[in-house]
């Protein structure tokens, strides 16, 4: 059982799970465990599961998706009807008015929808998996002189179940830099997994660049495959100037996450985001809503 904190109603809810028995048992149980390890993991598995749902076959999955989780499509950009596979639908984009993006350029705006740690005067060394499981920058990035900017900072770590908007987005003006990929496994970012994996998020396959931002200096943008998750397209030019709110990429089918991290002095999280990931909750957030401010 997954609690996430409402910030509207400051309330805990429930996560409904896609896949919730699947993704316990291929991580808590002896043989699932097995499994995952021998093949689920494996980029094979995520390929071949895309591929179906790249297929029209995949279609009829739509409605009883749709239906199953209670996914709003008034805000979608087409209808059910119009799409022409399962991931068509997962990668659907969202009508001009679904996310509206604040004009306040000393405020910092979420990068998606999700599911949202925060934690400040990071450690690069330590940072926070889960409660007990750490991981460091340098291994996320592959890269020590990078991460050695960032000592002290901020990092935001967004993760985007199967429900999800799927796309993710830059939160300020300026200018992404070069993308680097990473290869690795596909375990699932799902908390039922994180608890179990060590270093998961530095074991899966993952893309990195970092942002020259106008208003809160030098962001590392990482994104993180998972399982399923075959692809990470990325819709933004390097070096290539790029407006607050613009699409940088999107995942296809599965959960996936998007990792901020932000230099030392360069922003200030909202105080009840940093409550509840102190207290281990994510908050549930959506694109454009404000979550903190520059200092």
Same mark, same amino acid.
């Given at each position: 059982m997954i609690r996430i904190y409402n910030r509207k109603s400051k309330k805990y809810e429930i996560e409904k799970v896609a896949g919730e028995n699947y993704i316990k048992w291929s991580y808590e149980s002896p043989i699932g465990k097995g499994f995952t390890e021998l093949l689920v993991k494996k980029k094979?598995?995520?390929?071949?599961?895309?591929?179906?749902?790249?297929?029209p076959l995949s279609k009829k999955k739509i409605k009883?998706?749709?239906?199953g989780f209670n996914i709003d499509m008034d805000i979608s950009m087409?209808?059910?009807?119009?799409?022409?596979?399962?991931?068509d639908f997962f990668i659907r984009t969202l009508k001009a008015d679904a996310r509206p993006i604040p004009r306040d350029n000393n405020l910092l705006m979420s990068p998606g929808d999700g599911r949202l740690f925060a934690y400040e005067n990071i450690?690069?060394?330590?940072?926070?998996?889960?409660?007990?499981?750490?991981?460091?920058?340098?291994?996320?990035?592959?890269?020590? =002189? *990078?991460?050695?900017?960032?000592? /002290?900072? +901020? $990092?935001?770590?967004?993760?985007?179940?199967?429900?999800?908007?799927?796309?993710f987005h830059f939160v300020d003006n300026g200018i992404p830099?070069?993308?680097?990929?990473?290869?690795?496994?596909?375990?699932?970012?799902?908390?039922v997994a994180l608890e179990r994996i060590p270093k998961l998020y530095c074991q899966n396959k993952r893309e990195w660049c970092e942002?020259?931002?106008?208003?809160?200096? =030098? *962001?590392?943008?990482?994104?993180? /495959?998972? +399982? $399923?998750?075959?692809?990470?397209?990325?819709?933004?030019?390097?070096?290539?100037?790029?407006?607050?709110?613009?699409?940088k990429g999107y995942f296809k089918f599965g959960g996936s996450t998007t990792i901020l991290v932000f230099e030392k002095d360069a922003i200030?999280?909202?105080?009840?985001?940093?409550?509840?990931?102190?207290?281990?909750?994510?908050?549930?957030?959506?694109?454009?809503e404000v979550i903190g401010k520059k200092k």
């Amino acid at each position: 059982m997954i609690r996430i904190y409402n910030r509207k109603s400051k309330k805990y809810e429930i996560e409904k799970v896609a896949g919730e028995n699947y993704i316990k048992w291929s991580y808590e149980s002896p043989i699932g465990k097995g499994f995952t390890e021998l093949l689920v993991k494996k980029k094979i598995f995520s390929r071949l599961y895309g591929a179906f749902c790249d297929s029209p076959l995949s279609k009829k999955k739509i409605k009883k998706f749709i239906d199953g989780f209670n996914i709003d499509m008034d805000i979608s950009m087409n209808s059910i009807d119009s799409f022409s596979s399962f991931n068509d639908f997962f990668i659907r984009t969202l009508k001009a008015d679904a996310r509206p993006i604040p004009r306040d350029n000393n405020l910092l705006m979420s990068p998606g929808d999700g599911r949202l740690f925060a934690y400040e005067n990071i450690s690069i060394d330590k940072l926070i998996q889960v409660k007990g499981i750490n991981y460091s920058l340098e291994e996320l990035l592959a890269n020590k =002189d *990078i991460a050695k900017k960032y000592e /002290g900072g +901020t $990092c935001l770590v967004l993760r985007l179940c199967p429900t999800d908007y799927h796309r993710f987005h830059f939160v300020d003006n300026g200018i992404p830099l070069e993308n680097h990929f990473i290869k690795g496994n596909y375990y699932s970012v799902n908390p039922v997994a994180l608890e179990r994996i060590p270093k998961l998020y530095c074991q899966n396959k993952r893309e990195w660049c970092e942002f020259k931002s106008e208003n809160f200096g =030098d *962001i590392l943008h990482i994104e993180v /495959g998972a +399982t $399923c998750v075959g692809t990470i397209i990325q819709s933004y030019k390097e070096n290539k100037k790029v407006s607050r709110g613009e699409e940088k990429g999107y995942f296809k089918f599965g959960g996936s996450t998007t990792i901020l991290v932000f230099e030392k002095d360069a922003i200030e999280i909202d105080k009840d985001i940093v409550e509840q990931s102190n207290l281990g909750y994510e908050s549930m957030v959506l694109l454009g809503e404000v979550i903190g401010k520059k200092k």
